[in-house]
């Protein structure tokens, strides 16, 4: 039976496409290494429309206004700048209301996009663009290591870890965080309340790695101008032993947190990216593994939820659970020495 594979790998080589959400213009060049903070795309677009009815307004016909209108499309005009003048001893003119570029012009009307914004599209990652993607964005590669997490709350930057989580089950709290973290990524454990993201937003910090967090508090945590990153879930869960290891011994690191949302069909999570230096490409990760002795697994369901444990045996056939039902299972040995009966549904591979 094919396993999905969370990965926690100390060194692997990584991908990931940077694209911007609507087209724009590329701005980096193939093989460029960049920064976490450097431009690689940008685009404008305009928050609003403005549709002036010409012919309404110098109270003559459609086929008349099209003949007063002095603008083309993709025109960019000031604000107050002639549209069209009307005929007569005193001709009503229409002007712009404000600054915009014309984008459609017909039928006696003018059709202006006007509140333009520059987006710029930053690398998020340091790397070596390896394909440009025209007009949308780029693909980076880095190579380092990976800790995927189960929500993120959309947001992405870079900083140096700082770890103040002293055991995997550690509860952070707003007293624990002081002017010295500002501009840093913290390695957290649990939050438990509102105050403590606050907290974090006024130093502000760059990003939080937390094991788990209150269901309660996601509306908050969306709001958040930094990324939040679950490595386990929700309620009191404690960070699983393979991540809180790899992430506590590379603190003082620049790491990035690409807290994206969980999409189980592009098969994108959040993740924090651990940058290292190497002399030779790593392998890529398995995206796909089959069920076999010796994998190390992860428990994705109570009682024994985000512990890690090894593959001691595939069970025959189907196995008989303590819930009456059967299904296809695995005999794991935990962390903590205890052997358990593992439905094959409830287990990913960690790797």
Known sequence: MQAPVHHVIGLTSIVRERLLPISGNVTARIQQKVSPNEVVAEARWAREHVLLDVARLLNVSPNVAERLVKCHVNDELPVNAEIAVGKGM???????????????????????????????????????VVQIIPNKGVVIQTAGGLVQGVWGNGRIDSGVLVNLAEAPDSILTPNRLDVSLRGSVILAGLVKDADTLEAAAELPVRGLILSSIYPSLLPKAREMKYPILVTDGFGSLSMNSAAYKLLSTNAK???????????????????????????????????????????????????????????????????????GLRALAAEVKLENGETVIAPLVNLEVVG
């Open 90 to 128: 005193f001709p009503k003119t229409v002007r712009a209301p404000r600054a915009g570029r014309v984008v459609a012009v017909g039928g006696g009307q003018v059709l202006m996009e006007v509140g333009e914004t520059k987006m710029e599209l930053r690398a998020g990652i340091p790397g070596t």
């Open 253 to 323: 690191r620049e790491v990035t947190v690409n807290a994206e949302f969980y999409d189980r069909y592009s098969g994108a999570r959040p993740e924090v990216i651990i940058p290292l230096p190497i002399s030779s490409d790593p392998p890529s990760p398995k995206e796909i593994e089959e069920f076999a002795p010796g994998l190390q697994v992860r428990m994705r369901r109570p009682p024994s939820m985000g512990m890690i444990g090894s593959i001691v045996s595939i069970m025959p056939g189907l196995t008989r659970l303590p819930s």
